[in-house]
């Protein structure tokens, strides 16, 4: 007997299918890349600055949230026996640096519209700060955000946006006492 061995129609039919079916996935998944690039680094940036705020409580420490030019940010402890700010460099509050096209504006929610400033709460530091630029030193780490061990935070809004999504962007809240929030702002 001669058998003839090959692929029915079926067999065929089911893999062209499966091909298509993935072909499919991968156009869906590729489309709405900056969309679901600007979700995923604002939901980030939340879900630290929500460790930043706990961890504060936690360690019985101020914790200080810096932004580098718009390419990232850095978190700060602040060491009381030397009365400076020191960069974290665990896992967690490291260093980090946005996303391509992802940008941060920051703006703060106290009266003046401004900063908080580190000076009325450091009486040391402003003596320090001259100090150290007396010598032609760069000045001092000048905190963006600030979160205290007692609960307390700087108020601040946090815009998180993506250079090629215009109508979607995220907002990270935080409130004195109710910590920090996320909001979709279109």
Known sequence: MNKHRGFTLVEIMVVVSIIG???GLAVISVGGQPQRLLKNEANRVFQLLRIANETAEYSNSE??????????????????????WAEIENNVLKSRTLDEGVSLELSWDNEEGE?????????????QEQEVTDYGEEALFRPDILFFPDGQLSEFTLTVSHEDVDDISYRIKGKNYRGVSLELSE
């Open 115 to 127: 900063r908080l400033d580190a000076d009325v709460l450091y009486e040391d530091a402003e003596a």
């Open 21 to 23: 079916i993935m072909v």
């Open 63 to 84: 914790i200080a949230v810096g932004l580098n030019d718009e390419d990232g940010y850095s978190f700060y402890r602040f060491d009381d026996q030397s009365m400076e």
